[in-house]
Nanobody
Framework: QVQLVESGGGLVRPGGSLRLSCAGS????????IGWFRQAPGKEREGVSC???????YYADSVKGRFTISRDNAKNAVFLQMNSLKPGDTGPYYC?????????????????????????WGQGTQVTGSS
């Protein structure tokens, strides 16, 4: 069965940290870009970070300096380390594999990634901020 499986979500206080994992099953990740997305209640799904097959990484401005994307090709997995979490970071987080090894950026080199560029998605893992 082809699937991406996220894990690592949970309840976290502002300023806390979580590490999300995305494991591929029946699907290889190393030759594709992998993206992380999140969807706040009542809002559209937004891109958080993207990592190309060559290891280059890109981040949305809202998480730059706080989140770090990485991959372990031997484990066929991608990770998202989230530090200094804020209430606005709450929501389900999804990993996705791109159709092709996309650039993850616009012509200026800034992060740019949209859901239509991905054809395999995980089921999501919930990140919830607590007071």
């Amino acid at each position: 069965q082809v699937q991406l499986v996220e894990s690592g979500g949970g309840l976290v206080r502002p300023g806390g940290s979580l590490r999300l994992s995305c494991a591929g099953s029946g699907i290889t990740l190393d030759r594709y870009a992998i993206g992380w997305f999140r969807q706040a209640p009542g809002k559209e799904r937004e891109g958080v970070s993207c990592m190309r097959s060559d290891g280059s990484t890109y981040y949305a401005d809202s998480v730059k300096g706080r989140f770090t994307i990485s991959r372990d090709n031997a484990k066929n997995a991608v990770f998202l380390q989230m530090n200094s979490l804020k209430p606005g970071d709450t929501g389900p987080y999804y990993c996705a594999r791109s159709v092709v090894d996309i650039s993850c950026s616009d012509v200026s080199g800034a992060y740019y990634s949209t859901p239509i560029e991905y054809n395999y998605w995980g089921q999501g893992t919930q990140v919830t901020g607590s007071s």
